[in-house]
């Protein structure tokens, strides 16, 4: 390891910064096997062409519950080889298996990763949480000497409360949150315990605001940054940037002028199909995206069709 558990909130404050994007995984047709040669030339678009400056990886947006586990940890191993020396990378361990997040976590510890991500888990029967995932972290914790990041989400069936958060994260690795809530709820952790682990939210529309109002230099969001950009149409990097050197009403522009794409995307995304939607924007910037595995959707020719005019329409300039 490259830093002591003691030593992991300083190690994320200085290396996790900017702009870390959640990677769908592409599959081949017909025997929906992983295509791993795909998954190599996405990594190097988003890093050489789109400064994308760090990645999720099998994790929800990946399809991890449709893949073996050998299947995520040979995503960790392509991962790390694609990213190192280049961008950050998350492994997620996410798993409803208490065995399997660990397994996980470990293989990634032993291939040389820095961090992993663990989504709080579906709890059946319960009233109250608290003292549950309090306990579900602090076990994570100890057994593993990566950085850890916490995802809380409606999907679970509850939201982890801010003082939840703050006292998990006294841990001595918990390193981060992506907290998809409401943003009182973000706000109120980042003010409260914003000097023990660094607070995200996965909305673009918020990110601008968050970096003028709270400062905020990590942005751990889920499609965006390779959605909305191209080699040669790089907004929200630009935007970014500008946020973070103070130029603010330059930024505003930039940001703003993007709304078009924004409204492309989501007025034409299907609610059953949040994977097969976003995949097959992907395939009309030219990246690999390629079909879903089931219990997920794929889009019908008539959704592609709408999606594709709406994308023509957005305003993203092409290489």
């Keep these: 390891m490259i830093f002591r558990r003691n030593e992991a909130k300083e190690w994320a404050r200085e290396n996790m910064r ?14 929906l096997a992983i295509d791993e040669a795909a998954v190599r030339r996405n990594f190097r678009h988003w890093i050489e062409d789109l400064g994308i400056d760090g990645f999720f990886v099998a994790g929800k947006q990946g399809e991890f519950f449709a893949m073996s586990l050998e299947e ?42 820095t961090s992993i991500v663990v989504h709080a888990p579906l709890l059946h029967f319960t009233h109250r949480q608290d003292e549950t995932l309090y306990q579900y972290y602090k076990t994570i914790a100890e057994e593993v000497g990566l950085a850890i990041a916490m995802w809380s989400h409606p999907d679970s069936g509850y939201l982890m409360s801010p003082e939840l958060c703050a006292r998990i994260a006294e841990l001595p690795n918990i390193v981060a949150i992506k907290y998809s809530v409401p943003r009182e709820m ?14 995200s939210t996965a909305s673009e529309v918020e990110w601008f605001d968050n970096i003028v109002e709270m400062d905020w230099r990590l942005y751990l969001c889920s499609n965006p940054p390779y959605l909305f950009q191209t080699k040669a149409d790089r907004r929200m990097r630009d935007y970014t940037d500008l946020a973070f050197a103070g130029k603010v009403a330059e930024a505003k522009i930039i940001r703003d002028s ?4 924004r409204k492309a995307l989501s007025s034409t995304r299907p609610p059953e199909k949040p994977h097969a939607h976003p995949k097959y924007w ?30 023509e329409a957005c305003g993203l300039k092409l290489p």
């Design 18 to 31: 900017g702009i870390w994007a959640a990677a769908l995984t592409p599959f081949t047709p017909g025997t």
């Design 72 to 113: 995520r940890k040979r995503i960790f191993e392509i991962t790390l080889e694609e990213t190192q020396g280049k961008a950050g990378a998350i492994m997620s361990c996410s798993d409803q298996n208490m065995d399997t997040v660990i397994e996980l976590a470990k293989h990634a510890e032993k291939l040389g990763a």
């Design 186 to 199: 973000y706000k109120r952790l980042h003010d409260m315990a914003g000097d023990k682990i660094i607070v």
């Design 258 to 261: 993007l709304d078009p794409v």
């Design 282 to 311: 992907q395939e009309l910037l030219g990246q690999a995206g390629g079909p879903v595995r089931r219990p997920m959707l794929d889009l019908t020719e008539a959704e592609k069709a709408t999606t594709r005019a709406a994308f």
